[in-house]
């Protein structure tokens, strides 16, 4: 995670798409900026889910079987849905840098986090939840 941090980090700094540290105002409009292109990725996402759903659904009104119409459309939305994944993190990763985060240790320290203030019984309820 982190040498991938870094080497977007160098990308997005050769194509002078890093968020803006030249003052309050500047860093200001470059924050908002930013946060309304990831949000434009995350939609993205949702996009490609909606596809998906959508191929499913015409293939099981052509007569395939639920679980194979799934499983086909998941993989004719993969790729794409993958590149928007790529874009989400690659956003992500700025707002990291201008905040001067080491992403890997914040992802230790939130699953931590989460490990301790969560009761074994709210987890235990949470994966019967999820079968
Ligand atoms: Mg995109």
Redesign the pocket.
Known sequence: MKSMHRELENFQLQKGWEISQDGAGKSTESLLLNHMLLTT?IA?IAEELRRMLNIAYEMKEEGVEGEKAFQLAKEEVAEDIG??IA?SIAYLCKFATFFQRDIEQDIRNKLNEINTRTKPNLQKRMKEEVK
């Open positions: 990725e993205e590149k928007e874009d």
